[in-house]
T-cell receptor
């Protein structure tokens, strides 16, 4: 039973560039949520995708966008990168049948913006 | 929006002692409260959760209690072991229009150190 996977594991970008992060949910899950975890902080909710649509969004600017594919995998895109975007980006998957709340996290993508 | 406060920020115990971490939340509509354990460089792992229709839940050495009136919930770890050392996060799920979409609001985390 495959767990949540994310790619890449690490990424270094410069200010102003754009980045795409990828997530494959746990087998049997249909919902993907994205979180940003700054060093020493708890994860902060970015947005959630279900049925290929953004269902809910946290307090993040429009530079953060996403997509969900028919196979339930998801992408997080960040445009015009700022130094403050450096963080661990986590995706979490869940199932509508089990309740959207019960979420299992992937290993994360560590993004460094120089 | 929802706000979750977590205390203490650090907790140091001797092996075999009990550890208690407390969280308070602000949104009375929240109805799901998970706890995650995150070891250094690893993903957050769901260790236990509780819903608002239950006051207490136990899983071996780990238990969670919920007081809806006071809007606080706690994680209890008994007979602590060195491998329990990690950062622990509480979270609350915020309802949106009466339907929970599962947005988790996290506390700031507690660094638990268990000394052998």
């Amino acid at each position: 039973d495959a767990g949540v996977t994310q790619s890449p594991t690490h990424l270094i970008k410069t200010r102003g560039q754009q980045v795409t992060l990828r997530c494959s949910p746990k087998s049997g899950h249909d919902t993907v949520s994205w979180y940003q975890q700054a060093l020493g902080q708890g994860p902060q909710f970015i947005f959630q995708y279900y049925e290929e649509e953004e269902r809910q969004r946290g307090n993040f600017p429009d530079r953060f966008s996403g997509h969900q594919f028919p196979n339930y995998s998801s992408e997080l895109n960040v445009n015009a990168l700022l130094l403050g975007d450096s963080a661990l980006y986590l995706c979490a998957s869940s199932s509508v049948l089990a309740g959207f709340e019960t979420q299992y996290f992937g290993p994360g993508t560590r993004l460094l913006v120089l | 929006g929802e706000n979750v406060e977590q205390h203490p920020s650090t907790l140091s115990v001797q092996e075999g002692d009990s550890a208690v971490i407390k969280c308070t939340y602000s949104d009375s509509a929240s109805n799901y409260f998970p706890w995650y354990k995150q070891e250094l460089g690893k993903r957050p792992q769901l260790i236990i959760d509780i819903r608002s229709n239950v006051g207490e839940k136990k899983d071996q050495r780990i238990a969670v209690t919920l007081n809806k009136t006071a809007k606080h919930f706690s994680l209890h770890i008994t007979e602590t072991q060195p491998e329990d050392s990690a950062v622990y996060f509480c979270a609350a799920s915020t309802n949106a229009g009466g339907t929970s979409y599962g947005k988790l609001t996290f506390g700031q985390g507690t660094i638990l150190t268990v000394h052998p």
